[in-house]
Nanobody, 119 residues
Framework: QVQLVESGGGLVQAGGSLTLSCAASGTIFSINVMGWYRQAPGKQRELVADITSEGSTNYADSVKGRFTISRDNAKNTVYLRMNSLKPEDTAVYYC?????????????WGQGTQVTVSS
């Protein structure tokens, strides 16, 4: 099992910045991909960014150039630095971890952290 604990959400004005953190614990040795997803009211959960254990990153088009995902493998923590925030970035942000064991993939989610961007 993997436990994910997110922190860093809050209320910020448009144009501001926030950094989200997600700390993993438990069976973490085989985690390969960690990422951030978000879900706005009435919308489906969507990928924001993810990062592999080797450091390869992937971003949603809507956040490219504004958000940066990074990972500290020693601390088992993934970060999402969000700059130039827009009201449309308002959502609950969830951390996700993918663990692979014997060709089987397991997925874990954090509890979510609210990000609200005021105009």
């Amino acid at each position: 099992q993997v436990q994910l604990v997110e922190s860093g959400g809050g209320l910020v004005q448009a144009g501001g910045s926030l950094t989200l953190s997600c700390a993993a614990s438990g069976t973490i040795f085989s985690i390969n991909v960690m990422g951030w997803y978000r879900q706005a009211p009435g919308k489906q959960r969507e990928l924001v960014a993810d990062i592999t254990s080797e450091g390869s990153t992937n971003y949603a088009d809507s956040v490219k150039g504004r958000f940066t995902i990074s990972r500290d493998n020693a601390k088992n923590t993934v970060y999402l630095r969000m700059n130039s925030l827009k009201p449309e970035d308002t959502a609950v942000y969830y951390c996700k971890a993918e663990r692979k064991a014997l060709s089987v993939r397991y997925y874990y989610w954090g509890q979510g952290t609210q990000v609200t961007v005021s105009s």
